[in-house]
C-alpha cells in the first residue's frame, strides 16, 4: 500500500502543475521499493521517484480509512491523503518550498482559523513543544 501525500497529490487536485516525485506517508515494503526499481530504470526515471521520504512527518491524525482510494489494482493500492493532513506535514517540515503549497492548500482545508489549525498541528504532533507564534505564522504563509 502507498499512502500519497505531497506534490503528487496536490498535482492530481490540481493545485500544482508538476512534481518529481510520488511520495508516501506509509514505509514502503521491500516487494514495493522493487517494483519500483524496475519501473525506474524501464522508463528512465529517477531510482527515488517513488519513495517514503514522507514517512517521518506522518501525523498522529493521518488515518487510512479517511484517505480516498487512488488506485486499486491487483496487491497494489494507492491512498491519497485528506488536504487538511497535507496541509499539516508542511507545515510541520515547514521547508522554504512548502510555503506555496501552504498557501495553495488553505481554503481547502476547512480550518475556520489559524488558532483551529494550530489545536490540529498539535493533536497531529503531541511531542512538539508549542510555539506561542504558529497561528502568526500560519496567517503569514496563507
Same mark, same amino acid.
Given at each position: 500500500?502507498? +499512502?500519497?501525500?505531497?506534490?503528487?497529490?496536490?498535482?492530481?487536485?490540481?493545485? $500544482?502543475?508538476?512534481?518529481?516525485?510520488?511520495?508516501?506517508?506509509?514505509?514502503?515494503?521491500?516487494?514495493?521499493?522493487?517494483?519500483?526499481?524496475?519501473?525506474?530504470?524501464r522508463h528512465g526515471l529517477a531510482?527515488?521517484?517513488?519513495?517514503?521520504?514522507?514517512?517521518?512527518? $506522518?501525523? +498522529?491524525?493521518?488515518?487510512?480509512k479517511e484517505c480516498d482510494i487512488?488506485?486499486?489494482?491487483?496487491?497494489?493500492?494507492?491512498?491519497?491523503?485528506?488536504?487538511?493532513?497535507?496541509?499539516?506535514?508542511?507545515?510541520?517540515?515547514? $521547508?522554504?518550498r512548502d510555503a506555496e503549497d501552504?498557501?495553495?492548500?488553505?481554503?481547502?482545508?476547512? &480550518?475556520?482559523?489559524?488558532?483551529?489549525?494550530?489545536? &490540529? &498541528?498539535?493533536?497531529?504532533?503531541?511531542?512538539?513543544?508549542?510555539?506561542?507564534?504558529?497561528?502568526?505564522?500560519?496567517?503569514?504563509?496563507?
Open positions: 500500500m502507498i +499512502l500519497v501525500v505531497g506534490g503528487s497529490l496536490l498535482a492530481l487536485h490540481y493545485l $500544482r502543475d508538476s512534481t518529481r516525485d510520488v511520495d508516501s506517508a506509509k514505509r514502503l515494503a521491500t516487494e514495493v521499493k522493487s517494483a519500483v526499481s524496475v519501473v525506474a530504470e531510482p527515488l521517484w517513488m519513495n517514503d521520504h514522507a514517512a517521518p512527518y $506522518r501525523p +498522529l491524525t493521518l488515518r487510512e487512488l488506485l486499486a489494482e491487483g496487491r497494489l493500492r494507492a491512498l491519497g491523503a485528506p488536504l487538511r493532513i497535507v496541509f499539516i506535514m508542511k507545515l510541520y517540515a515547514s $521547508r522554504r501552504l498557501k495553495r492548500l488553505w481554503t481547502l482545508c476547512q &480550518f475556520e482559523s489559524a488558532e483551529e489549525a494550530v489545536e &490540529f &498541528f498539535y493533536e497531529s504532533y503531541p511531542h512538539e513543544e508549542r510555539n506561542p507564534y504558529l497561528a502568526d505564522h500560519i496567517r503569514t504563509v496563507t
